[in-house]
C-alpha cells in the first residue's frame, strides 16, 4: 500500500501544485489520478518513486518513508511508464527491456530471455525484439515502456498518462491488454490520466485532483458516478454520468424478444438491416452480445432507424432484439 | 611525378607518418581532456556559456601563432614537435568540449528521466544512456576536429615540423612542382580517408541512427 500523509508540494517560483494531500493507494489494485491539466497529477506520481521530494508531509510504501530509502534501490523496485515511453534510442526493443534486470546484477544473456517472455506478455510478436525504438509505431512503442516497466517483476507500477499518445482504436486496444495484464498480476498501479473515461474504464479507485491540488473526491468509479461529492466532481465526471454508468453491467441479463421478419439476414441468419419499406433496408448501426455493456446496447438502441438493439450469438447469428423501452424498463425495475 | 615519388618514397612515407601521428595523437588528447569538460558544462549549467566563450577565443587564436608562442610558454624547442602537439590539442579540446556539452545537452530529458526513473545512478546513466545517445552529435565533432588538424599539421611546416607540409615549403625553395603536388594529393587524400573511417566507425556503432529518419 502506497501512503500519502498530509504531502505538501510548493515549487520554488511557482504556487502549490499539491496541497495537503492525504490518500492510500491499496495494494494490488489500480488507483487512477486524474484532473485538469496542471492540477498536480505528475507530482504526486513523482513523489512516490523520489523523482521529487514533498515540501512537507510523507509519502510511504509499506508503512516506510520513502524519504529514507535509497533513491536508485528504491526506483529499481517501482515499475515507471510514461506517455511516449521514453525508451532508449540507442538499444534494441529486447535491451530496453532488460535495462532494469541488468541494473539489479543479471547477466544481459538472462535479462535478455526473460525480456522476451514479457514482449509476448504484451502482445509484441518476437521480431519485435531486434528493433530500435524508432522502427516501432507510438502503440508498440508504448507495449515496449509497459514491458520494460514490467521487466524487474515490482510489486509497484507507476504509469503517468501512459495511453494518451496513442489514437483511440490503439488505445482501445491498450486498454483491453491493460485489463488483461492486471487481472493476472495484480500489481499495485497508481496512473494518472487527464481523461475521465480512461480512470473509470481502468481505476479500481479514482481520485480526483482539481485545480491548486486539491483532492476534489476519492472513490470507486460507480460511487464517482452516482454520487459525485460536489459541482466540481459532477461536471468533471461529465453530464452524460448516467449512460456511462451503464459501462459497469453486462447485457447478460438484459431479457430480449424474438427476431422479428423486418430485420433482414443472409443465409448464416446474419443481420443485413431494417426493412423499413417495400424496397427500403437500413443498416441496423451494429450489434451486441451479451458480454456488451449496457452502454453499448443503449447506444445502438438510439443509433438504430427503428429504435431497436439487435443482439447476435457468438457466430454473429441474429438471435434476440431489444427495442429502447425495454432496456427502459429493465433499467428502471433494475433500479426499483 | 611518379618519379619524384620513386626517387623520394622515404622521404614523403617519412613525411606522411610524421603527419599522421601529429594529427591524430591531438584528437585522442583532444578528445580525453574534452570529455570530462564537456560534462561539468551540462552538469553546471553555469559552466556552460563560459565553457562556449573560452572555447570560442581559444579556438580564433590563429594557427601559426601558437606554433610560435608555445615554445617560449612551455620551455620546449622551437622545433619541437610537441609544440604542433599541444596547439593542436587545444583546438580539439575548444571544439570537442563544446560538441560533448552540445551533444549531452541535446538528450532529451523524457530519457534522461525515464533512466533515472529506473534506479540509474548519475554516473552510470552517464556512460550507458546519455553518452551512448550524444555519440552521434560527439562523433559528427570528432570528425571535423580530424580534418581540421590534418589540415593545420601542414601549418606546422612554417616552423619546421609538419608532415606533408615539409613537400611544400621544400618544393617552394627549390621552384619544384612536384614534391607541391604530392604534398596536397597525400593530405587531402589522408583527411578524406580519416573522414571515412570515423564515418564508419560511427555506423558501426551508432546502427539506431539509420532509422531515425523522420523524427526529432
Ligand atoms: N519543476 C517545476 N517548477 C515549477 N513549477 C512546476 C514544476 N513542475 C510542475 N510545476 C507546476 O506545478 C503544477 C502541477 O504540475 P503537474 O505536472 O503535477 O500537473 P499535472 O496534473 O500532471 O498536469 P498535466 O495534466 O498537464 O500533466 C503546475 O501548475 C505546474 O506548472
Ligand atoms: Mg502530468
Not at chain 1, 443465409?267 to 437500413?282: F, H, K, S, Y
Not at chain 2, 620513386?6 to 591531438?26: D, F, G, K, M, Y
Request: hydrophobic share 50%; proline share 6%.
Amino acid at each position: 500500500m502506497i501512503t500519502f500523509d498530509d504531502v505538501v508540494k510548493v515549487y520554488p517560483g511557482g504556487g502549490t501544485a499539491v496541497d495537503h494531500v492525504s490518500l492510500e493507494v491499496p495494494t494490488g489494485k489500480t488507483t487512477v489520478f486524474v484532473g485538469p491539466s496542471g492540477c498536480g497529477k505528475t507530482t504526486s506520481l513523482r513523489m512516490i518513486n523520489r523523482m521529487i521530494s514533498p515540501t512537507s508531509g510523507r509519502v510511504l510504501i509499506d508503512g516506510e518513508d520513502v524519504a529514507g530509502q535509497d533513491e536508485a534501490l528504491l526506483r529499481r523496485g517501482i515499475g515507471y511508464v510514461i506517455q511516449h515511453a521514453g525508451l532508449f534510442p540507442h538499444r534494441t526493443v529486447l535491451d530496453n527491456v532488460a535495462t532494469v534486470p541488468v541494473l539489479l546484477g543479471k547477466t544481459r544473456r538472462e535479462a535478455r530471455a526473460a525480456a522476451l517472455g514479457l514482449l509476448e506478455r504484451v502482445g509484441l510478436a518476437p521480431e519485435f525484439a531486434q528493433r530500435y525504438p524508432a522502427q516501432l509505431s507510438g502503440g508498440q512503442q508504448q507495449r515496449v515502456g509497459v514491458a520494460r516497466a514490467l521487466a524487474a517483476d515490482p510489486p509497484i507500477m507507476l504509469m503517468d498518462e501512459p495511453f494518451s499518445a496513442v489514437d483511440p482504436v490503439v488505445r482501445e486496444g491498450l486498454h483491453r491488454e491493460f485489463l488483461r495484464l492486471q487481472k493476472d498480476l495484480g500489481k499495485t498501479i497508481a496512473m494518472v490520466t487527464h481523461d475521465i473515461d480512461e480512470a473509470i474504464k481502468l481505476g479500481d479507485l479514482v481520485v480526483i485532483f482539481r485545480q491548486g491540488g486539491i483532492v476534489a473526491q476519492i472513490g470507486t468509479p460507480q460511487e464517482l458516478l452516482s454520487d459525485p461529492a460536489d459541482e466540481f466532481v459532477a461536471e468533471f465526471v461529465g453530464r452524460d454520468r448516467g449512460l456511462r454508468s451503464l459501462s459497469f453491467d453486462t447485457a447478460a441479463e438484459l431479457p430480449v424478444k424474438p427476431v422479428p421478419a423486418e430485420l433482414v439476414v443472409d443465409e448464416a441468419g446474419r443481420p443485413l438491416g431494417w426493412r423499413t419499406g417495400a424496397d427500403d433496408v437500413r443498416p441496423t448501426g451494429g450489434t451486441f452480445t451479451s458480454a456488451d455493456t449496457l452502454r453499448l446496447v443503449a447506444d445502438l438502441a438510439i443509433l438504430s432507424p427503428v429504435g431497436i438493439a439487435v443482439r447476435v450469438d457468438a457466430d454473429g447469428k441474429a438471435d434476440g432484439i431489444t427495442p429502447h423501452h425495454d432496456l427502459a424498463d429493465y433499467l428502471a425495475a433494475r433500479r426499483g | 611525378m611518379i618519379t619524384y615519388l620513386s626517387n623520394n618514397s622515404e622521404t614523403v612515407l617519412a613525411a606522411l607518418r610524421q603527419h599522421i601521428w601529429l594529427a591524430l595523437l591531438p584528437v585522442l588528447l583532444g578528445f580525453a581532456i574534452a570529455l570530462p569538460i564537456g560534462y561539468l558544462g551540462v552538469r553546471f549549467p553555469r559552466f556552460y556559456h563560459p565553457l562556449v566563450n573560452v572555447a570560442g577565443v581559444l579556438y580564433s587564436i590563429p594557427s601559426l601563432a601558437l606554433f610560435v608562442f608555445l615554445p617560449v610558454v612551455l620551455g620546449t624547442k622551437i622545433l619541437s614537435p610537441i609544440n604542433i602537439v599541444v596547439a593542436l590539442t587545444i583546438y580539439t579540446v575548444a571544439l570537442l568540449a563544446r560538441t560533448v556539452a552540445d551533444g549531452l545537452r541535446s538528450v532529451d530529458r523524457l530519457i534522461t528521466e525515464s533512466a533515472t526513473a529506473m534506479g540509474y545512478r548519475r554516473f552510470r546513466r552517464l556512460i550507458d544512456v546519455e553518452l551512448p545517445v550524444a555519440l552521434p552529435v560527439i562523433l559528427a565533432g570528432l570528425r571535423v576536429a580530424t580534418v581540421a588538424n590534418i589540415s593545420l599539421v601542414s601549418v606546422g611546416a612554417l616552423i619546421g615540423v609538419g608532415g606533408l607540409g615539409q613537400l611544400f615549403t621544400r618544393g617552394f625553395q627549390l621552384f619544384y612542382l612536384e614534391p607541391i603536388l604530392v604534398g596536397v594529393i597525400l593530405s587531402v587524400l589522408l583527411a578524406g580517408v580519416a573522414d571515412l573511417a570515423i564515418v564508419l566507425i560511427q555506423r558501426a556503432v551508432t546502427p539506431w541512427t539509420r532509422f531515425q529518419g523522420g523524427r526529432a
